[in-house]
C-alpha cells in the first residue's frame, strides 16, 4: 500500500523493533478516532503511521507495540481479536527514518485543512 510513512523510531537497548500489530487502515478522520478510542480504552497505547498508495491518497494507519518477532506481534492481532473484535495483522514497520519530498508535504498539509 505505502510508499511513504511517516518516520518512527522505536528502539530497546539498540534493537530496532521491526513489527507491529496493524488495527486498522483508514482514509477518515472518524474512523482512526473510533480505533484509537477503543484500543485506548482496552489500555492500549495506539499510533497513527500515514501512508500514502499508488494513487498518491493518503491513508492513516492505526497500530499497537513494537515487536522484535512476528511471533509477538501476531500474539497482540489475537489479543486485540479476541478483546475487541477487531481484525488486524502483523505489519513489518521500516524503521529507516526517511524524508517527505515536497509533493507530500503538501499533500499532507492540503489533507489537514480539510
Not at 10 to 31: I, M, N, P
Not at 43 to 61: E, F, S, V
Request: net charge negative; charged share 30%; hydrophobic share 35%.
Amino acid at each position: 500500500m505505502g510508499l511513504l510513512t511517516t518516520p518512527l523510531v522505536a528502539e530497546t537497548e539498540g534493537l530496532l523493533k521491526r513489527y507491529s500489530a496493524q488495527a486498522a487502515s483508514c482514509r477518515t478522520d472518524a474512523c482512526t478516532d473510533t480505533v484509537v478510542k477503543k484500543l485506548e480504552e482496552s489500555g492500549r497505547k495506539p499510533y497513527i503511521l500515514r501512508m500514502w498508495d499508488l494513487n498518491q491518497a493518503m491513508w492513516k494507519t492505526v497500530h499497537v507495540g513494537h515487536y522484535e518477532t512476528r511471533d509477538e506481534a501476531q500474539a497482540e492481532v489475537t489479543a486485540i481479536k479476541e478483546s475487541l473484535s477487531i481484525d488486524g495483522f502483523v505489519s513489518a514497520v521500516d524503521m529507516t527514518p526517511i524524508k517527505k519530498c515536497d509533493e507530500h508535504k503538501d499533500q499532507e498539509k492540503n489533507h489537514t485543512k480539510q
